[in-house]
């Protein structure tokens, strides 16, 4: 190999070749961080059950092991052992596949987040990530665009109605999305002037409380923030638009033909989704691992390099899939068409016009110009082209050119 | 270990591109030809070229072959393929044009006056940290600025006309909680 400069960033590499050492530095990460996923989408099934059991006033799941927490568990060994069907009509070969074409990106998405700080594993130092892509937030895009495939060819190669309704429906929902979900994301890289995960999360270091609030790009990019949280929960298919497996319309959506072990993967590449995408938002806009350490301790006590950060990165990604809970618990489905409309008329000129507005303000920065005169220009310029395109907009009742 | 994964990958984008021309079903054909942009992006990433391998996967696997697939499983043509052609000097037009461009892929192979050098290998920049996608960047908006905002201006003309080309007669957009 010539050198793998551009596998990674990380100091791992530096030495330039790749022992056995290395090369088991690497196996443990990987193993350890598919380990967590799996467990983490256990206990997150687990949790919401319980916590929209909360919020219903039922008890939820409380059978198996101590406050049901093996629930999932005993469910996936029950699908474990459940036969597989498939359909007659089916394409074999693809609908085999689609499960696992399914799980791969939400899996391979988690390989780029920064899970902790810098340690010392085996002797070499190294991050707390799977990998450090230099273009870390490229690939979170590319991922999230291969998803698509289990979805689309599970319902096609089902080769009954109703998955295909269903997979044709998620299809244009997530390529819509995707646009918004895109931008969303470059509104971040434009502050940060990175596109290494690693990079950004640098960026965003604890320094005392007045970091969270300026360092932090949950303040800095709050549009992009919201834009994401609502693109990144249209991409996972997670409620309010859930409309892929709306059960009143189509059954169950592109899974309907599935039983068993294949059923149970699409279950869990649909959660391990969500995991995923809480820990993208953790790291592009909650500042990932960074946080304050245990002050008592000396900075490079093994509690304040190990544990804290990963501590910091479970607090915000929990606190994000409560929120994904919450809001699974009190908003009902939303209808296609206002789904597509939020989406192509509001989130993508929204994040459009931010994006332009960022760009031009850390111009102004580098540039040295007044920013008190800037900001107001800039974001009255972008509030009346945002009138603009929203008065070209049909109404509704309006007459409109039909397209087909 | 690089000769290793080469010819591996090799094989797989080989069989992938085999299998889209072979394959008789047309979403069997769309899965192959995503084996073989997947087998091209890892080539280029063996070439420290990240960033072109990331746009083979962003662009390619996960932009293109989704709308290929979109059509076809929209459509439903993957019943039978009209083999009858139109036109009868296509197959021989084809087969000249393929020849010339296998020509032409072997002389640019052998010299190197076309493209100024035989191969490049690593990061376009060393000492940044991020080389690549810096040094792309610089040069898409300083040096070749004319060049790129033609693209985006033929890009967005593009649109319209698809825009245009696709409009049929009038009707009236369902009012609020109307049934369309």
Redesign the interface.
């Known amino acids: 190999?010539?050198g793998v400069?551009?596998?990674a960033?990380d100091p791992l590499f530096d030495g330039g070749e790749i022992t056995w050492s290395v090369f088991g530095v690497v196996a443990i990460k990987v193993v350890v961080a598919f380990a967590f996923l799996l467990v983490a989408v256990m206990l997150y099934i687990w949790g919401m059950r319980k916590v929209i059991a909360d919020m219903q006033n039922r008890i939820g799941p409380n059978r198996a092991g101590p406050f049901g927490v093996l629930q999932t568990l005993a469910d996936g060994i029950k699908l474990f052992f459940k036969e597989q069907s498939i359909p007659s009509s089916a394409?074999r070969?693809?609908f085999r596949?689609a499960p696992y074409l399914s799980i791969m990106p939400a899996f391979l998405m988690f390989c780029v987040v920064p899970v902790g700080g810098r340690v010392s594993i085996l002797g070499h130092e190294t991050y707390l990530q799977v990998v450090d892509?230099?273009?870390g937030a490229?690939?979170v895009?590319?991922m999230s665009?291969?998803g698509?495939?289990g979805i689309?060819?599970a319902?096609?190669?089902s080769g009954s109605k109703y998955p295909?309704l269903g997979?044709?429906r998620a299809?244009a929902q997530l390529?819509s999305y995707e646009a918004a979900f895109g931008l969303a994301v470059l509104g971040v890289l434009i502050q940060a002037g990175?596109?290494?995960t690693r990079?950004i999360v640098d960026e965003q270091a604890w320094d005392g409380w007045a970091s969270f609030a300026t360092e932090w790009y949950w303040a800095a990019a709050f549009v992009p923030f919201v834009i994401f949280l609502i693109a990144a929960t249209a991409e996972t298919n997670h409620p309010p638009f859930d409309l892929v497996e709306a059960e009143q319309e189509l059954v169950g959506g592109f899974n309907t033909e599935y039983t068993g072990i294949r059923f149970a993967i699409f279950f869990l590449a649909e959660f391990m989704n969500v995991i995923t995408m809480s820990a993208i938002a953790t790291t592009l806009f909650l500042g990932g691992p960074s946080g304050p350490g245990l002050g008592f301790l000396a900075a490079d006590n093994v509690v304040n390099v190990w544990l804290m950060p990963v501590f910091w990165f479970l607090v915000k990604v929990l606190a994000l899939l409560y929120c994904t809970i919450w809001v699974r618990a009190s908003l009902p489905r939303m209808r296609y068409d206002r789904l597509m409309a939020l989406g192509w008329k509001y989130l993508i000129e929204v994040a459009v016009l931010w994006v332009l507005v960022s760009a031009a303000l850390v111009v102004a920065r580098e540039e040295g110009w007044n920013v008190w005169v800037v900001t107001p220009i800039v974001a009255a310029a972008a509030l009346g082209a945002f009138g603009v395109l929203y008065l070209c907009m049909?109404?509704?009742?309006?007459?409109?050119?039909?397209?087909? | 270990m690089e000769a290793v994964l080469f010819f591996v990958l090799a094989a797989g984008a080989l069989a992938g591109a085999l299998g889209v021309v072979l394959g008789r079903n047309p979403v069997h054909c769309a899965l192959f030809l995503l084996v073989t942009m997947a087998a091209v992006a890892v080539f280029f990433l063996m070439q420290d070229a990240d960033l072109v391998a990331i746009i083979q996967l962003v662009v390619y696997a996960s932009a293109i072959v989704v709308l290929f697939l979109f059509v076809i499983t929209l459509l439903g043509v993957d019943e039978h393929e009209r083999l009858d052609e139109p036109h009868p000097f296509q197959r021989y037009a084809a087969i000249v044009l393929g020849a010339v461009l296998l020509v032409q892929v072997l002389v640019v192979i052998g010299n190197d006056w076309a493209t100024g050098a035989r191969s490049t290998v690593g990061p376009l920049d060393e000492d940044g940290r991020s080389g690549n996608v810096e040094t792309l960047a610089r040069a898409l908006f300083t040096d070749y600025i004319w060049a790129f905002e033609v693209t985006a201006v033929l890009l967005v003309i593009a649109v319209v006309g698809g825009v245009v080309l696709a409009r049929r007669s009038g009707r009236r957009l369902p009012a609020e909680g109307e049934r369309p």
């Open positions: 190999m010539t400069p551009v596998v960033l394409d070969p693809v596949l892509l230099p273009v490229l690939f895009l590319a665009g291969l698509v495939y689309m060819l319902g096609w190669a295909l997979s044709v299809t390529l990175t596109l290494s990079g049909p109404r509704p009742g309006e007459h409109v050119e039909e397209f087909r």
